[in-house]
DNA sequence: TTGTAAAGTAGTAATCGTTATTATTTTTGA
DNA sequence: TCAAAAATAATAACGATTACTACTTTACAA
């Protein structure tokens, strides 16, 4: 049985806190099929238009980000930190990726250079994850 | 009437070239939807699937490139060298910026800290394109 | 508690960008 | 001119996401 937040001011539906949750304690990038299915056991009348309907709640709220559409699904990531990623090209896997990112002087240099207003940039790297780097080491 | 290119080889068809000729010449980074609808006109019996075929056989042979999926459409660049986008937010148009891209040496760096083997980048800035921007500023 | 209005959800239908299919047309090379 | 290969048009199918509606849950106060 899940735990109610302390005070139920916001966020106050089971199904969204548990959403926002899988979200948080996985490192997986999910789909909303995902969670949906990580879900699906302990509620089982959860329904998918919920998962992304507060997906896309959690957007507008600043608790999640989208990482744009991957393989066909919108994939999901509730680590709201300044980080890029990595589409390994042998599993289809994200992960996470720390540098790689243009420093905030960066973004002010090419907003004068452009003559764009650069709010943010997202980085997306192509290669092989550690993992399946590891597996080719090991002569799998 | 358009020309053939000089010896047939490769791109034997009207509309294959027309489509690639379409995405070279503009530096709106077009939908499929777009392409099809500029060369319409000119080719009353084109048809939407000869121009997703067509752009996905550009892609395999490197003559283009995806950006992904952009507000639910997928777009291409006819521009294969290196270079980043914006996305602005307030027209939604997609303007190529230089800069901003991590050097190759940097790729290599990252694949030593995170164990994966970076192989490219894409960068993506979110903003607003010079054209909204100099609006913004006349006060339109 | 109990009532009630607001918010949230389940289940399903609809949407729409993209892909697959098949008969037909175009291109190619002899 | 001919036949095989490649490409296409038109349409159907697909699938991820969104919209819709009746029902359920929540919050909050009496």
Redesign the pocket.
């Known amino acids: 049985m899940p735990e ?1 937040s302390p005070k ?2 916001e ?6 806190e548990a ?1 926002l949750n899988a979200l948080r304690n996985t490192d997986a990038h999910p ?3 995902w969670v949906y299915r990580r879900l699906k056991p302990e ?15 959690f957007q507008e709220a600043g608790q999640a980000v989208s990482l744009g ?1 991957i393989g ?4 999901f990531d509730g680590d709201t930190s300044r980080h890029a990623h990595l589409v390994c090209e042998r599993c289809g896997a994200v992960v996470d990726v720390y540098g790689g990112l243009p420093e905030p002087g960066e973004l002010e240099r090419i907003s004068r250079l452009s003559g764009c207003i650069v709010q943010s940039a997202s980085v997306t790297f192509r290669g092989i994850c550690g993992k399946c780097a590891k597996e080719d080491g090991d002569g799998a």
Chains 1, 2 share one sequence.
């Open positions: 109610r139920g001011r966020n106050f539906s089971r199904k969204r959403i789909t909303a099929e509620y089982p009348d959860l329904s998918l238009g919920t998962v992304y309907r507060n997906l896309g709640r559409v066909g699904h919108e994939r």
